[in-house]
């Protein structure tokens, strides 16, 4: 098999650390049970709208420069 390009190589490495980030956190992983599918996404959108935050903040902070 061939080695991941860095790009992809990078994500990789972060997604590894984000999960132990979270199980030293919250002393779980994601092969958790006790959530339901409708908790998994409430998660998903509580960070997905956190995105769309800081997008915001970006684009304001670029019209404002320009």
Same mark, same amino acid.
């Given at each position: !098999?061939?080695?991941? *390009?860095?790009?992809? #190589?990078?994500?990789?490495?972060? +997604?590894?650390?984000?999960?132990?980030? $979270?199980?030293?956190?919250?002393?779980?992983? !994601?092969?958790?049970? *006790?959530?339901?599918? #409708?908790?998994?996404?409430?998660? +998903?959108?509580?960070?997905?709208?956190? $995105?769309?935050?800081?997008?915001?903040?970006?684009?304001?902070?670029?019209?404002?420069?320009?």
């Amino acid at each position: !098999m061939s080695q991941p *390009d860095r790009v992809n #190589k990078r994500v990789s490495e972060k +997604l590894l650390h984000r999960a132990e980030v $979270g199980r030293s956190k919250y002393g779980v992983t !994601m092969d958790r049970l *006790d959530l339901l599918q #409708k908790d998994w996404l409430v998660h +998903l959108q509580e960070e997905l709208l956190d $995105g769309a935050v800081y997008i915001e903040k970006l684009l304001i902070q670029l019209e404002e420069h320009e």
